[in-house]
């Protein structure tokens, strides 16, 4: 009888492992982030994918666990929700600098319960700026802000017993490099980070345990200018934050023994100006004396001086939201060239954004200069002069010996590095260039059957990866490098495809926040280094309302948008009070920026947009987002009072901007882009609006004229009104205006102007011409949304519910596009042959989709074979302008049917 009781014990052993292997949880995070060190109590949410074979699975109930490294629970819960992403953690208070460990299981509509998932982990942080015990200090002799050597700071330190963890907390005024015992701490570039320092400053947390040893233990931290007092904006302004670096140092061990040992920054430390670093610039470049490389520290030599303790709030001081910067991509060089005028230039065949990296012998004492650049002349010489005042120079002094020589403090945009100074042979192996962005996981993937539209998606994507430092900058190469509002309102839908920007623009919009002026308005860049006056340009200033919006409906993060809610409505309320006869007609616009416009222009071909018909769809745009964040944080009160305000600003719209016969006062593709865009004509009058936009594209040859505001919303107007061919035309157009023009003409990233390079080979104006800056790779957007067919649907955002709705043309034999969500990868790829239209999908566990097949209203469908009027798992929706719509659960799907004559 025992036997047969162990038995049906091992059998219901054994069936449970089934069920329980049906469905599984795996890619756990926090706050978007896996396994994060570091993160404040604020607001801690848990997220996780569901994994499963079966059709039309979703999840029933979850249960998530939080423990202490001694198994104490300090929260564990069940709840029936197919919530699964950003789940609110609700348990006991939790500690300061404490690792608390997680698990979550889940059970399906099918009855299967998961096994509990691995074991992830979190670390809190510093709580109050009472955890701090650390001093800031700063060099003993003040610098006055003048550009010279990175100081080193310096401490050694002894510890009786063996390491049983060990944590440093640090951040700089400048940006910091940490050492302990001669080994790099992290692999973090450019911390602690750019943020609007005097009301953000980040500090990093990392776990050290392995870089100590017990006994004598040293550790060096070296301090360069960058963003904090480092050459900013334009034409060499410094010390915009403060004149002195300082650091910021609290190393907190805790001993095997039981003894707990602090190493603060204080007045013990010292700190040297004769390291290797000799200059440092993120526009001008590093000059690094590598016969000064510190073999080891000797704190009594006459060049270590005490360092002096400064008392500086540490209430600024806050945990990183996004992503640090670090390598990525390394390239070989493509060729090695030999000019016209006889210079050595290296092409690396992709403009790219980071350094090069050197490998030499040659004489102690010689100079070595690397100098950057993104395109060569018509000529084949070295071209710079778009850089302006930015040097992008990093020069090496050699030391005799095999040198592996790359900068700290400093990052180029080039794809060319001019090389002088070396008087060996130059060879392939010699050089490499690293990529360095901010630590973003790849997310989109898009293709088709055209290679040259192919092309324009890579460009799109390293436009992104160069400009996505730390802050969206809009070009990287020349004194600018800021984070321009406009550019990243314009390509943020786009970038949230090719790139989980989650974190990313989390830590940008709330240095936007912190930003924005106690009067609403907001500024033209983020972080704010400009005058006020320049604030508040439509476009600009309307990223306070777009990207919180966007990012709900890419995240489906409702904490996002109720953080950014105030800031969303104290922008439009500035813009309510500064308005006349409810018209936003004042103050600075940039307006629709680098449109097209012709030189000596006599028959009014320059497709200008008047500023203020602009800035009033922006006005009538932002007030439509904030009436949509109050619906969704259910602020009825709000809603009613910004509808009312919607409808008077449209009004206002119809009687300044637009004739009784539907035409606008400004005649051009960028005003009837946005008009039609952003709903500001009555229903009656779009047809007609669109109309009128179609013959504006053909009057032009099938060409865009639109500039940096019309560009985002061009084909998606064009598609929305039933002109797909048209902008399939714009999209394959190869002459200039034009997505493909650059790329015809060798580009490998998007260009700051339709014509950086001129068809006779010369440049635009030397004054702005980025050749990396990616504002107009904003068809990304489109290309998913509506070539390859992957969109949200609004009503359950962060593609919790999916739309599959391809839109063949542009004689496209195929289209495809992924997107790894917060739920798991979804995929649409379609081909087109012999009259044959096939459509494979995916939809991940714990969603649903509906699916639209494009001219499929009579044929017969099949889904791997079978017809879908038979398949109790696909719902056919009723007819849309002769499109069959499908309603499915997870899972995969193979569909196929005739296109009928």
């Given at each position: 009888m025992g036997k047969k009781i162990i038995l049906l014990f091992i059998a219901a052993l054994i069936s449970n492992l089934a069920l329980a292997q049906k469905i599984s949880v795996a890619d756990l995070k926090i706050?978007?982030?896996?396994?994060?060190?570091?993160?404040?109590?604020?607001?801690?949410?848990?997220?996780?994918?569901?994994?499963?074979?079966?059709?039309?699975t979703v999840q029933k109930s979850y249960e998530v666990k939080v423990y202490t490294g001694d198994k104490a629970v300090v929260w564990q819960n069940k709840v029936?929700?197919?919530?699964?992403?950003?789940?609110?953690?609700?348990?006991?208070t939790l500690k300061a600098k404490t690792r608390y460990y997680w698990q979550v299981r889940v059970t399906d509509n099918y009855k299967n319960t998961s096994a509990w998932s691995e074991v992830n982990f979190f670390e809190i942080s510093m709580l109050n700026k009472t955890d701090w015990?650390?001093?800031?200090?700063?060099?003993?002799?003040?610098?006055?802000?003048?550009?010279?050597s990175a100081p080193m700071f310096a401490k050694q330190f002894d510890l009786n017993g063996e390491i049983k963890s060990a944590r440093l907390y640090i951040t700089a005024h400048g940006l910091y490099e940490a050492t302990l015992n001669g080994k790099r701490v992290g692999n973090e570039l450019f911390t602690p980070g750019w943020t609007s320092y005097n009301k953000r400053l980040q500090y990093q947390t990392y776990d050290v345990s392995s870089l100590l040893k017990k006994g004598t233990n040293a550790t060096l931290v070296t301090l360069g200018d960058g963003w904090y007092r480092g050459n900013l904006e334009f034409n060499n302004k410094r010390n915009l934050y403060g004149k002195e670096v300082a650091l910021l140092y609290q190393l907190e061990i805790s001993l095997t023994n039981g003894s707990k040992i602090v190493v603060n920054s204080d007045g013990t430390w010292k700190s040297s100006m004769e390291g290797a670093i000799k200059k440092s610039d993120i526009y001008n470049g590093e000059t690094f004396d590598a016969r000064l490389i510190p073999s080891t520290i000797n704190l009594?030599?006459?060049?270590?001086?005490?360092?002096?303790?400064?008392?500086?709030?540490?209430?600024?001081?806050?945990?990183?939201?996004?992503?640090?910067?670090?390598?990525?991509?390394?390239?070989?060089?493509?060729?090695?060239?030999?000019?016209?005028?006889?210079?050595?230039?290296?092409?690396?065949?992709?403009?790219?954004?980071?350094w090069v990296k050197l490998s030499l012998k040659g004489n102690n004492g010689d100079t070595i200069t690397l100098n950057h650049a993104e395109v060569l002349d018509k000529a084949g010489n070295f071209y710079i002069e778009n850089l302006r005042n930015a040097k992008q120079e990093n020069k090496y002094i050699l030391t005799g010996k095999d040198d592996v020589l790359e900068p700290h403090f400093t990052f180029q945009g080039f794809r060319y590095v001019k090389i002088t100074g070396y008087k060996g042979t130059l060879d392939k192996s010699n050089l490499s260039a690293i990529a360095i962005y901010s630590d973003m996981k790849p997310t989109g993937e898009f293709t088709s059957s055209n290679t040259l539209v192919n092309q324009l998606q890579h460009n799109i994507q390293w436009g992104q990866r160069g400009n996505f430092l730390d802050v969206p900058t809009d070009c990287p190469q020349r004194d600018e490098r800021l984070g321009w509002t406009g550019d990243a309102q314009v390509f943020f839908s786009t970038a949230a495809f090719n790139m989980d920007v989650s974190g990313f623009f989390s830590k940008w919009l709330a240095d936007l926040k912190v930003d924005q002026h106690a009067n609403g308005n907001i500024p033209?860049?983020?972080?704010?280094?400009?005058?006020?006056?320049?604030?508040?340009?439509?476009?600009?200033?309307d990223v306070s309302t777009i990207i919180p919006w966007n990012y709900y409906l890419a995240y489906g993060d409702k904490d996002l948008l109720a953080r950014q809610y105030s800031s969303m409505k104290a922008f439009v309320d500035y813009v309510k009070s500064i308005s006349k006869d409810n018209l936003w007609n004042s103050g600075p616009h940039y307006g629709d920026w680098l449109f097209y416009s012709v030189n000596d222009d006599k028959d009014g071909k320059s497709a200008l947009t008047e500023k203020y018909l602009i800035a009033q769809i922006f006005y009538a745009a932002s007030t439509q987002n904030v009436i949509n964040a109050a619906k969704v944080l259910q602020n009825d009160e709000d809603v009613a009072n910004y509808e009312a305000l919607l409808a008077i600003i449209k009004a206002a719209f119809m009687k300044e901007y637009v004739t009784p016969s539907g035409k606008l006062t400004s005649n051009s593709q960028t005003a009837y882009v946005l008009a039609l865009n952003f709903d500001m004509l009555p229903e009656n009058m779009r047809a007609q609006a669109a109309g009128r936009l179609v013959e504006n594209i053909k009057q032009y040859n099938n060409h865009l004229t639109t500039g940096f505001l019309g560009t985002p919303y061009l084909c998606h107007?064009?598609?929305?009104?039933?002109?797909?061919?048209?902008?399939?035309?714009?999209?394959?157009q190869e002459t200039y205006p034009s997505w493909l023009y650059p790329v015809k003409m060798g580009a490998t990233t998007i260009w700051e102007r339709w014509d950086g390079i001129k068809t006779d080979g010369s440049f635009q104006a030397i004054s702005m011409n980025s050749f990396n800056h990616y504002a107009y790779g904003a068809i990304g957007d489109w290309m998913y949304k509506t070539v390859a067919g992957i969109n949200y649907n609004s009503a359950e955002p962060g593609y919790k519910k999916i739309t599959i709705a391809p839109k063949p043309g542009g004689n496209f034999t195929n289209a495809s596009a992924k997107l790894e969500t917060l739920y798991g990868e979804v995929m649409s790829a379609w081909k087109l042959a012999d009259n044959k239209f096939t459509l494979d999908v995916i939809i991940p566990t714990n969603t649903s989709a509906n699916i639209i097949l494009p001219s499929s209203a009579n044929a017969k469908v099949t889904d791997n074979g079978q017809e879908i009027e038979k398949l109790n798992y696909i719902k056919i929706m009723g007819l849309n302008t002769g499109e069959k719509t499908l309603s499915v659960g997870s899972g995969t799907y193979h569909i196929e049917y005739s296109l009928l004559k």
């Open positions: 706050n978007y982030k896996i396994n994060p060190i570091g993160i404040d109590t604020t607001l801690i949410r848990f997220s996780w994918k569901l994994k499963s074979a079966t059709k039309q029936e929700s197919d919530q699964s992403v950003n789940v609110h953690y609700a348990g006991a015990t650390a001093s800031w200090i700063e060099t003993a002799i003040p610098t006055d802000g003048k550009v010279g009594n030599a006459a060049d270590w001086k005490l360092v002096k303790a400064v008392d500086y709030d540490k209430g600024n001081l806050v945990v990183p939201l996004g992503p640090a910067v670090v390598k990525h991509e390394t390239f070989v060089p493509l060729n090695i060239i030999k000019t016209p005028k006889g210079e050595t230039v290296i092409d690396f065949g992709q403009n790219l954004v980071g033209v860049v983020i972080p704010d280094v400009r005058k006020p006056v320049n604030a508040g340009s439509a476009g600009w200033a107007v064009l598609s929305r009104f039933g002109y797909t061919d048209v902008a399939y035309k714009l999209l394959l």
